[in-house]
């Protein structure tokens, strides 16, 4: 069956601007999760959405980040006023149920500010 | 979430196995071990994960000691293709997310 799909690949913006990132997460999964991912270094944790709610958000940076999932499925992570701090691969995951399940993650966004 | 170490890298021979420790000395009765990979330029993969018993599936086995201090994952038959990032994660039984460290470097050679 289909994984777990990201849009764009690949998303070059200019410092200031807004950007919005996308997951689709496998049809099914109650879970979601966002992580960012910069050169050399693992993966860390932004947010964990189980259904439509937010259920930890501790991992955002700052509240220029901001992401939801109005209808349990779909989830965008959007970025305000970008700064170049924040080029990274933004990667989504999700899972069948509350976690500590397994995580199927996507591709990634990798997200490049100029 | 236990903190783990790993080393940074290893190298392993095509069709040997490949053994990747872990330590996580500070891991608490209710956190699982959980290993997932990262191939170049793709998102992790889950690999395997236990809690007390030593754990196998089509992929790879996990070895815990008895303490629970350290665990193994063996790849039992490398390929080239196995070439990754592999990390060690503890997991809280009721913990909301995956705290990646830096991961071994696996690179298997030919």
């Known amino acids: 069956g289909a994984g777990v799909s990201q849009t764009p690949s690949n998303k070059v913006t200019e410092k200031g601007k807004y950007v919005e990132l996308r997951c689709d997460p496998i049809?099914?999964?109650?879970?979601l999760y966002w992580y960012r991912q910069s050169l050399g270094q693992g993966p860390e944790f932004l947010i964990y959405f189980q259904g439509t709610g937010a259920a930890d958000d501790s991992g955002l940076p700052n509240d220029r980040f901001f992401a939801v999932r109005p209808e349990g499925s779909v989830s965008t992570l959007k970025i305000q006023r970008t700064e170049r701090g924040d080029s990274a691969v933004y990667l989504c995951?999700?899972?069948?149920?509350?976690?500590?399940?397994?995580?199927?993650f996507g591709p990634g966004t990798r997200l490049t500010v100029l | 979430d236990a903190k783990t170490t790993q080393p940074t890298s290893m190298d392993c021979a095509e069709g040997r196995a490949a053994n990747l420790p872990c330590n996580h000395s500070?891991?608490?009765?209710?956190?699982?071990v959980y290993w997932y990979r990262q191939i170049h330029s793709q998102g992790p993969q889950y690999i395997i994960h236990g809690l007390k018993n030593n754990e196998t599936n089509e992929m790879a086995s996990l070895i815990i000691t008895e303490d629970r201090k350290s665990s193994t994952l063996i790849l039992p038959h490398a390929t080239l293709r196995d070439t990754a990032v592999y990390y060690c994660?503890?997991?809280?039984?009721?913990?909301?997310?995956?705290?990646f460290g830096a991961g071994t470097i696996l690179r298997v050679k030919s």
């Open positions: 994660i503890a997991e809280a039984e009721y913990g909301n997310k995956l705290v």
């Open positions: 500070t891991i608490s009765g209710n956190e699982y």
């Open positions: 049809s099914g999964h109650t879970a």
């Open positions: 995951a999700s899972s069948l149920q509350k976690p500590p399940d397994t995580q199927y």
